[in-house]
C-alpha cells in the first residue's frame, strides 16, 4: 500500500482501530468502550487523536497512550500526534452500552445509571451519597440486589469493593464518577 | 482591575499554582507512606488510591506552575530540583502520618477544604484554573465523603478509637487555620476574579466540620491559634525529612531518567 493511501483513511477506520485496544487494566473494555478517546481527526499530513483521563492519578493513563501509538504505527499511521484534554471531564457516562455489559459478563458491576442526565455530576453525587445508605448495586455474578459495600476504593482508582450476601462471592462495583 | 498578564509578570500566578500543586503533592507523599502499612487490606488499598489522586493533581497544578513560570522547569523539575523553602504547601499537609486516626483526621480537613476551594474554582476566570478544578473536584468530593464517614466511625467507635481519635484533631487543629488565611498573592488572585478569598471559604468549612465532629461525638477545640509560614516557605523540620526520602534518586543521581 501506497503511503499516501494511509494517509488518506477516514477517521471512520481510526475509530474502528481503537475500538480494538483494550483498557490495560480491564482488558474486556476497549478504550473507546471507556469513553477516552474524545476526538479523531487530521491535521493536515497529521493524525491527532485526543485522549481525556479518568482518573487524574490513573497510573493507566501513560499506557493508553503507549497503546494509542502502538496499534496506529502498526496500522500504518507515521505521523501522530496525541493530545490530552481535562475538559469536559470524564464520567462513567461515557462509557458504551455494549461496555457496560461486558462489564456486567466480566464480574465487574457497571456504574449505577445515570444516562440521560443533563448534569452527570449531580447525579453522581447523589448515587455516592446514596451509596452509604442504599444505593442498590446487583451481583454480577448471581445478579442478586442483596449486597453490600466493603470499601469505596476497589483495585483500581474506578472501583469500589463489594461482597454479594447471597452467593458470598466478593466484587468490584464501577464506581459513578 | 487587575490583569492576568499582571499576575503573570509579578510570579503571583505562579505563587498560587505552587500553593495548589505543593499541598497536593506533599499530602499525597505522605499518605503514600501508607502503602503496605495499613491496618487492613482494604484501607491500604484506599489509600494509595488517594495518594495516586492527589499526585495526579500535583502534576496539573506543577505543569501549570512551571509554563506559567517559563524558565524551562516541568512538573518533574518542580517536585524534584527544589528544597523545602521553595515549597508553598501548608505545613498541615506535611504533618507525619502518626497513627491512622491521626492520617485520617489531617486528610479530612483537607478534604473538607480542597472540596470548597476547587468548588469555587471551577468558575474561575481563569479557563485551566477551572478544568483543573472540575477534574480534581469530583476526585476530592469522594475523598471527602470517605474521611467523613470514616471521622464519624472511628470518633463514635470504640473508647480506643475515640481517644485516637481525638487525639488527633487536638493536635493537628492550631494547623487548621492556615487554609483559610489570605496575604497579597490571594488578595491579588481574589481582585481579577481567578480564585476565591481563601476567608470567604471558613464558614462553609466551618459548618461541614461541626457537623461532622457532632456526629463523631469529638469536642472541636476552641483556640483559634494557627501555626502559618508553609504558603510562604517556612515550613516546620518535617518536610526536609520528607523531600530527602521523596528526593532521593535526583538528589543521588541528578539528571537520571527513567
Known sequence: ????????????????????VPDPEIPVLSLTDLGVIRDVRWDEGTL?????????????TAVINLDIETKLRSCGIADLRLEQKLSPAWTTNWLSVEGREKLREYGIAPPAETRGQEDGETQARVARLAGLKNLVVACPRCGSRNTEKISQFGSTPCKAAYRCRACLEPFDYFKCH | MIQESDLIASD????????RGDTALILGHRVSEWCGHAPVLEEDIALANIALDLIGQARLWLGYAGEVEDKG??????????DAWDFRNVLLAEQPNGDFGKTLMRQFLIDAWQDAL????KTSANERIAEIAVKAGKEVTYHLDRSSDLVIRLGDGTQESHRRM????????PYAGEMFSADAVDEAMAAAGLAPNPQTLRPGWDETVGEVFKQATLTQPQSDFAHKGGLTGRHSEHLGHLLSEMQFLQRAYPGAAW
Do not use: H
Open chain 2, 118 to 121: 476547587l468548588s469555587a474554582l
Open chain 2, 12 to 19: 503571583i500566578l505562579y505563587e498560587w499554582l505552587l500553593r
Open chain 1, 1 to 20: 500500500m501506497l503511503r499516501g493511501d494511509v494517509m488518506r483513511v477516514s477517521t471512520d477506520t481510526v475509530w474502528q482501530w481503537l475500538s480494538e
Open chain 2, 166 to 173: 481525638q487525639a488527633a484533631l487536638d493536635a493537628l487543629w
Open chain 2, 73 to 82: 522547569r516541568g512538573e518533574n523539575e518542580l517536585a524534584f530540583l527544589r
Open chain 1, 48 to 60: 491527532v487523536v485526543t485522549v481525556t483521563p479518568t482518573y487524574t492519578g490513573c497510573p493507566a
